[in-house]
């Protein structure tokens, strides 16, 4: 019988040089998208400590850099990501710190972020709904109270072919999905550097699970409805979910 798909073969695939020069493309060319300066500069001062996981080769922590964000610290679970993201760093002569570490498991202390971010859907390259609500649960610990989280995912009632998602529920019905996924929501994509893993969930999963995990939801908005994207964007990304939530107590 074919295995679930493990994490350590999502590590492998952002540890590919075809991978990593990908998003150190988009580092480089792209930079933040208009909604990500849009709503990090809303919801967090330059002057606050920041944590991103999931940077790859910087294309965030990089651009909030730029714009005066002195305390940003960016990590990633591929070390690959994270030696491009130092490379690309030390041409623009950026003091970023840049650290390999996963996010369900972080070594920092309690309560020392105002904010962390997990950018451009890498929440939900993590699989299963448990280790993602792990990852939720250990951001929380590292902010401090009133401190944000801001993360986009995916939107199952959007992007997805019409009709997928009524005969996906039909497989896993009959017991016909495809094997490797852990839960329904579950897509194994095919892309230019090979099949890769992502979990689509609806708006209701996330509002369950960062109730589950102990965030207050402070807003949420398609990528969409907040501006609108250069074409680079559009071609680099589909339309995804900003999400906003903070540390109440
Ligand atoms: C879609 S990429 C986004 C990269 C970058 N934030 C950007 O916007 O260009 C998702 C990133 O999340 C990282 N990632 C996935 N699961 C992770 C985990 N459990 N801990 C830390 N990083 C993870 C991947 O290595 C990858 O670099």
Same mark, same amino acid.
């Given at each position: ?9 999502? +590590?492998?695939? =952002? ?16 930079? /933040? ?6 709503? /990090?500069?809303?919801?967090?001062? &330059? ?37 491009? !993201? ?18 369900? +498991? ?6 020392? =972020? ?12 993590? &699989? ?29 009632? !959007? ?41 689509? &969930? ?33 071609? =680099? ?13």
């Amino acid at each position: 019988m074919m295995s679930k798909l493990e994490d350590t073969e999502i +590590k492998s695939w =952002f540890g590919r040089e075809s991978v990593v020069e990908h998003y150190a493309e988009a580092a480089v060319d792209i930079g /933040l998208w208009a909604s990500e300066e849009l709503v /990090l500069q809303r919801v967090f001062a &330059p002057t606050d400590t920041l944590l991103e996981v999931g940077c790859g080769a910087g294309r965030i922590c990089l651009g909030l850099w730029e714009l005066g964000y002195r305390g940003i610290i960016g990590t990633d679970f591929s070390r690959a990501m994270i030696q491009q !993201a130092r490379r690309i760093a030390a041409k623009l002569d950026y003091s970023v710190p840049l650290r390999v570490a996963d996010a369900r +498991k972080l070594a920092f202390e309690e309560e020392i =972020f105002d904010g962390v971010i997990f950018g451009f859907n890498g929440l939900m390259q993590i &699989p299963g709904r448990a280790d993602r609500r792990g990852a939720l649960v250990e951001l929380r610990r590292v902010v401090r109270r009133g401190g944000r989280l801001v993360f986009t995912t995916h939107d199952r009632a !959007a992007g997805s072919p019409a009709g997928f998602w009524a005969e996906e529920t039909q497989r896993w019905e009959t017991g016909e999905q495809d094997p490797r996924l852990h839960e329904f929501g579950d897509r194994i994509v095919t892309s230019d550097h090979g099949p890769i893993y992502i979990h689509i &969930p609806d708006r209701d999963e996330v509002v369950d699970d960062l109730r589950a995990t102990g965030w207050t939801l402070r807003e949420d908005a398609m990528r969409s409805e907040i501006c609108r994207e250069s074409e680079a964007v559009e071609a =680099f990304s589909v339309d995804c979910r900003f999400w906003v939530a903070e540390k109440t107590d």
